[in-house]
């Protein structure tokens, strides 16, 4: 890589590792959080492809081999990246359902609410985590319709916020290892950078 090409590559792939480690690390599942890491792996994005394809480019061979060892490194890189990060995120995502369940049970057996009410709420919770696998399940549903008595209404709501929390913390926290892994893959990747040369083919 040239001096420019080599500065702008180590720039994208650490403004690329830190997006994917703010996307580890996020406290809560809202999406405005996870604007800001994006936007981070976006520049990153642009600025390591642009330093590669410009370098890759600028050799005496033909345009076209230069395009194609390009492109092949790019599929290499996210074959690779594939087959070591989805056998984490899939052990994740059921660890994590598994350890919301185990805690949802726990908050509904705390729950002061009615205890036949409890009994219906934990049969559709189970149908609706079932009917909705694979992706992180919307409860509200499940508790209507509200109780009429005012004191069993807002028991109600808060055990429905409360499980709901719970589920959405476990599908963030599901994410946090792969994300993980990938910013420090990222960040290996500055050693080819740093130790490449400019080669005229």
Not at 40 to 66: F, K, N, W
Not at 80 to 106: E, K, M, N, W
Not at 155 to 166: H, K, Y
């Amino acid at each position: 890589l040239v001096p420019s090409a080599r500065a702008r590559a180590a720039a994208g792939a650490i403004l690329v590792s830190g997006g994917l480690g703010g996307l580890a690390l996020l406290p809560s599942a809202e999406v405005v959080l996870t604007v800001p890491p994006q936007i981070l792996v976006g520049i990153g994005l642009s600025l390591v492809l642009s330093a590669l394809t410009e370098t890759a480019l600028g050799g005496r061979a033909p345009q076209a081999i230069h395009g194609g060892w390009t492109i092949s490194a790019r599929h290499a890189g996210v074959v690779i990246g594939l087959l070591a990060l989805t056998p984490i995120f899939t052990h994740d995502i059921a660890v994590q359902r598994s350890q919301a369940i185990d805690a949802g049970t726990a908050v509904i057996l705390d729950s002061p609410i009615n205890p036949l009410l409890k009994i219906g709420l934990a049969q559709k919770i189970s149908d609706r985590l079932d009917s909705e696998s694979g992706k992180v399940p919307t409860l509200g549903p499940v508790f209507e319709p509200l109780p009429s008595d005012p004191g069993e209404r807002a028991e109600t709501v808060q055990l429905r916020d409360e499980l709901q929390n719970q589920l959405d913390r476990g599908a963030t926290h599901a994410f946090s290892p792969s994300f993980g892994l990938a910013a420090l893959l990222g960040l290996l990747a500055l050693i080819p950078i740093g130790l490449s040369r400019r080669v005229d083919l």
